[in-house]
């Protein structure tokens, strides 16, 4: 006789962001106040230091996905980083990317943050101000050295969203409109800021400037449903990506990381020619694209927290400290994807992006 087997019932999440931390000291900025404005109902609960909370050890990731914290801290220099070789500097000589945020409101099976972080809190440093100085101190050095003639072109090219979406939390910290207005106060600065977010309004709410990149990842709408878990769907990032080129401002495409998904001549093949049926090529500053590629140890890591990814689990071959497909994998993608879009966009707006060969600190450079 069968005997009929009861499930325990699904857990059930509390909604993203229900308790917020805030670290001593963090309390007396401006923008804790403008972001616990933003949730009245949740439960803010003093904390000594961030990492008090975010680097415990054990922590359930896949859990603290469905139902985030938010942690409001004080960040501590450096906020400035040199950019790495896995990431793309599109011909700038001072590349830098800098960290106002830690973690993603989107999730994304592939995302090199699962393997740097022990949780999936979203850490917003409130110090924006201190951070910003650093900058400053930056420019000030690029400005010297370029004075003396030893480098070229604009002094400090800084990417603002690589550990994060700053676009896509907008609501939540108006950390891009922060950015925003300082970059229009710098104008030696070029910043580019990195998302998948579908910020039609934003973008329409702001006028374009001169020195700010949007730069769109974009992927087939089949690989967003399958590993870009909450991001907005190509129509939309397309349509945010449209409405910014209207406005005047300066955007870039970015196909990265390419995924060896079946039918990918398909899939890849059939979304350039709706990218570039939707955004005029000659609108478009620069399009990248690179196959998937992620550091040895954020690989390991990344694989503990998400055990049953195919995608993880794929037998890449590790280049100098970093895993990517095979050549005889990526070799084929890369040049398929390279043609397809050179029939859109000139040769010189065209940045492919290789897996570092020097073997630095490998990260993904796929965000947002
Ligand atoms: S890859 Fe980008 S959009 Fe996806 S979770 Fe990571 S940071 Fe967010």
């Known amino acids: 006789m069968c005997r009929k087997v009861t499930r325990p019932p699904a857990p059930e999440f509390l909604p993203h962001f229900h308790h917020i931390y805030v670290e001593h000291g963090a309390e007396s900025y401006g923008l804790t106040e403008r ?53 793309p500097s599109f011909g700038n000589s001072r590349f830098f990317y800098s960290s106002t945020v830690m973690n993603c409101i989107f999730d994304c099976d592939y995302c090199y943050l699962q ?31 370029k004075m003396e003639e030893r480098i070229s072109g604009p002094p400090v090219y800084l990417c603002n969203s690589y550990d994060t979406d700053l676009l896509a939390i907008r609501n939540i910290a108006p950390l891009a409109d922060m950015w925003l207005d300082f970059a229009a106060g710098h104008p030696e600065l070029l910043v580019e800021m990195r998302t998948k977010s579908a910020a039609v ?33 190509l129509a939309a990032r ?18 990265d990381p390419i995924l060896f998904v079946s039918s990918w001549e398909k899939h890849y093949g059939a979304m350039i020619e709706t990218v570039f049926s939707a955004l005029p090529p000659a609108r478009v500053e620069n399009v990248s ?10 690989l390991k890591r990344a694989r503990r ?15 100098d400290g970093v895993y990517t497909y095979p050549p005889s994998i ?21 940045f492919p992006v290789l897996p570092d060969h020097n ?8 965000m947002s």
Request: charged share 20%; proline share 7%; glycine share 6%.
């Open 330 to 350: 990526s070799g084929p993608i890369m040049e398929f994807v390279g043609n397809a879009l050179s029939r859109h966009v000139s040769p010189e707006k065209i």
């Open 238 to 255: 397309l349509a945010a990506a449209r409405k910014a080129v209207e406005a005047g401002w300066r955007v870039r495409i970015c196909f």
């Open 289 to 298: 694209y690179g196959m998937f590629r992620m550091g040895r140890e954020l």
């Open 359 to 366: 073997g630095r600190k490998a990260r993904q450079c796929v």
């Open 115 to 145: 393997g740097m972080y022990p949780s999936a809190s979203l850490v917003v440093f409130v110090n924006v101000q201190e951070i910003f100085a650093e900058v400053e101190a930056v420019i000030r050095e690029a400005a010297a050295e």
């Open 201 to 233: 309004k934003w973008i329409s709410s702001r006028a374009a400037p001169d020195n700010v990149i949007v730069a769109w990842t974009i992927s087939p709408d089949a690989v967003i449903r399958e590993f870009e878990h909450g991001a907005p769907p």
């Open 35 to 87: 972001v616990l404005g933003k949730f009245p109902e949740s439960r803010i609960i003093p904390i000594r230091h961030y990492k008090d909370l975010f680097s415990r050890p054990g922590q359930d990731l896949p859990a603290q996905r469905k139902s985030r914290s938010l942690v409001l801290a004080v960040g501590r220099s450096p906020f400035l980083y040199r950019g790495a070789g896995v990431c």
């Open 305 to 319: 927290v998400r055990p049953l990814s195919a995608l993880l689990a794929y037998p890449f071959v590790l280049q």
